[in-house]
């Protein structure tokens, strides 16, 4: 039997209990993450001057160098201590619609404990505890939703705090992942 043939209750479950989880920390709970992005000073002016560039969406570095030459260079050196350096993410302009994000979410939530459930079920024998389906699933689905949260701060300067703070979530949800295959684990 496959993965998807023994464990499929456990994955929609799960992927179920993490999507109201986050639901309820991101709608209920909306201090916990309210200091995840700071307003930019003059926020109006500055909007006003990048408009009339009609940047596509896309991920920017500003400045960006052509290569390890250009890096090295006088000219390069004194775009950075000018400033300001920046990596910028910009988006469609418009309103910010979350139904294509909540159903990649959910997607990728279900991808997760798939994940979670294969390791487990190839590392777990049949005949196992609460316990120790708790353990595999849980560092694999933390793995899955906290993992790479760290190269953003560590690379690309993301706050420490948000980077915290998203991770203490992933906790959360990797909790609730794992209890759900503890609960439903085939004996």
């Known amino acids: 039997m496959t993965v998807l043939q023994t464990l499929w209750l456990p994955i929609l479950l799960s992927s179920v209990f993490v999507f109201i989880a986050s ?40 400045p960006l160098c052509s290569g390890s030459a250009e890096m090295r260079s006088p000219e390069f050196a004194e775009k950075l201590r000018k400033g300001p350096v920046m990596m910028l993410t910009v988006i469609p302009s418009g309103p910010i619609g979350v139904g294509k994000s909540l159903a990649l979410w959910f997607l ?42 760290w190269q953003m701060s560590i690379w690309y300067r993301r706050s420490w705090r948000t980077t915290i703070i998203a991770t203490v979530d992933g906790l959360i949800y990797a909790g609730l992942t794992a209890g759900t295959f503890g609960w439903l684990w085939a004996r």
């Open 23 to 62: 639901s309820i920390i991101h709608m209920a709970l909306p201090w916990w993450h309210k200091g995840d992005y700071a307003k930019v000073p003059e926020e109006a002016k500055v909007m006003e001057t990048l408009r009339p560039f009609a940047t596509p969406p896309g991920d920017y570095m500003v």
């Open 108 to 149: 990728y939530l279900i991808v997760v404990s798939f994940f979670a459930g294969y390791v487990a079920r190839h590392a777990l024998p049949s005949a196992v505890g609460y316990d120790r389906v708790f353990r595999v699933v849980g560092v694999t689905s933390f793995l899955g939703y906290a993992g790479a949260l």
